[in-house]
């Protein structure tokens, strides 16, 4: 027997609006579920490697020591000079240092070099600062400092106390204080980063009121940052003060700032040096 079916009775039901709507919000509902579990997983992880970036930087440190009579590597301030690393970082579009890996990765100019192998554990993962160099916009080469207080010059230590402290050039030297408690590398806020080295005004003793920031630290951990110390351990640090904490801007920022009651200040005086027995 023949059995006429008509278009309407062969064509499949589609959705109907109301249906599709139902359908759109679910996804958006999952979206807003998953996408901040993963932008979460994904900070995480840059975490994890920025302290392996530190850790490795703090063992190669530790080599060059041993192999040269307990002896620092130099931390160089100036522009084309020979340290654990060479050059200055900051926004200029014409400083061939802020892209150029021979002044991370060149024995001749980096002493750390023959230790670390990777230009990439010079920089922080969440490190998103770029400069223009001849109309590309690119990322900088190098976000880690060392501290002033680890064979460099003294610029900064005694600037409010007017007090001597110890500038450490043998890894021994370091005894005064521990290794455990005396800061080695650390991330620096890409607005503030130029040296090889982050400064510290040391205010021990002094009142609150005359507390000072030098350089500023990176917080690219939601407000924390990543520190090593001499012993060879690293760590996260949360940053208190929201004025340690400026938003970056792509823009070097004023140094050497007046910071009345900063306990970040106070915190890392208390891990850079100590002062000399008179």
């Not at 610029?155 to 500038?167: A, E, G, N, Q």
Request: include cysteine; charge should be positive; proline fraction near 6%.
């Amino acid at each position: 027997m023949k059995v006429n079916v008509t278009c309407s009775q062969a064509t499949t039901r589609g959705f109907t609006l109301i249906e599709l709507l139902v359908v759109i919000a679910i996804i958006a509902i999952l979206a807003g579920l998953l996408l901040p579990a993963l932008a979460r997983a994904k900070s995480k992880g840059q975490h994890t490697v920025c302290l392996s970036n530190l850790k490795q930087l703090d063992l190669a440190w530790l080599l060059y020591a041993g192999d040269f009579d307990d002896n620092l590597v130099w931390n160089d301030l100036t522009p084309n000079g020979s340290g654990w690393v060479r050059g200055i970082i900051d926004y200029n579009p014409g400083n061939p240092h802020n892209t150029n890996l021979k002044g991370l990765m060149d024995p001749k100019y980096a002493k750390l070099a023959p230790y670390t192998q990777s230009p990439g554990i010079y920089r922080c993962p969440s490190d998103k600062s770029t400069v223009k160099t001849r109309g590309k916009i690119m990322p900088r080469v190098r976000s880690v400092s060392l501290s002033q207080a680890m064979n460099s010059r003294d610029d900064w230590l005694s600037f409010i106390t007017k007090r001597p402290y110890h500038v450490f050039r043998k890894l021994s030297d370091i005894n005064v204080m521990g290794h455990s408690n005396a800061y080695n590398f650390i991330n620096e806020h890409p607005d503030s980063i130029n040296f090889g080295d982050l400064a510290v005004a040391m205010n021990d003793g002094v009142a609150p009121t005359r507390i000072y920031i030098i350089d500023y630290p990176a917080s690219n951990h939601n407000g924390a940052g990543t520190i090593s110390f001499a012993d060879g351990h690293a760590e996260t640090h949360k940053w208190l003060d929201e004025r340690t904490t400026p938003p970056v801007t792509n823009k070097s920022i004023p140094l050497v700032v007046s910071s009345a009651h900063n306990k970040d200040m106070v915190y890392m005086s208390g891990k850079a040096s100590v002062a000399k027995r008179r």
